[in-house]
């Protein structure tokens, strides 16, 4: 393998894993060997506690948390403030290969005309 063949493919391998640990961790472990998440009361709702509490005032004798009018608020049109890095990796990369194509079509025009 030449040199510059050889230096493309550690570059892309030194750039190419960034982009795929910034996408997080993944867990590999099958659906019955993950911690269970959501836990189910099998009690039947007559013998569950009761914690709903109903008000009986009247509408018009409760105080008014919030205004009943509210001015809307403009949206928000700022530009994002992260750096995009996924679209670095691929420009670099990507840059590399055109260098290695450009690199190996100059040292194959060098060795015909010396022939």
Known sequence: MSRIAATTVASLMLALPGAASAAGT???RSPDGRP???TQDYRSPDSRPVSVTQD?????AKPIATPRFAPPTPPNTSAP?????GL???GVALMLVALAGIAYANRRRRSLTAA
């Open 26 to 28: 993944q867990d590999y």
């Open 36 to 38: 269970v998440s959501v």
């Open 56 to 60: 009986f005032t009247s509408p018009d």
């Open 81 to 85: 403030s992260g750096f995009d890095w």
């Open 88 to 90: 670095l990796v691929v």
